[in-house]
């Protein structure tokens, strides 16, 4: 459900009619419910914790995760160059090829090797 500042219409459940709230009132109402399954949570001793941070999604060392970011990285920026210049080299449907590889497989690995990272130095 999207928080959205304003005047939110409500209809009941049972198909009645609607009932006018803000947007406050509703995340207020939210909060208190919430606070309310805690409190039934602790009581029943039903409360479930993470067992701490995700795994890294590749297995290799955070240097080469992060090298082969920065090479996908320098690739990107070649080829949104080239691509500007009007003529790329390689010709236009490889360049935009690599560029749409190379783009969110840099993201992705910069994310791979930081998330690596943490998992490397809590070890």
Excluded: D, W
């Amino acid at each position: 459900m999207a928080f959205v500042a304003g005047t939110v219409f409500i209809r009941s459940a049972r198909g009645g009619s609607c009932s006018k709230t803000t947007a406050g009132q509703q995340f207020l109402g939210m909060r208190r419910s919430l606070s309310v399954r805690i409190a039934s949570a602790r009581r029943t001793g039903t409360i479930t914790t993470m067992s701490g941070p995700s795994p890294p999604p590749i297995n290799l060392p955070s240097g080469a995760l992060l090298g082969i970011a920065s090479i996908m990285a320098i690739a990107t920026i070649g080829c949104i160059f080239e691509l500007s210049s009007g003529h790329p080299q390689l010709g236009t449907a490889l360049t935009s090829g690599i560029l749409a590889v190379c783009a969110p497989g840099f993201v992705f690995l910069y994310y791979a090797a930081i998330k690596k990272g943490q998992a490397e130095s809590e070890e």
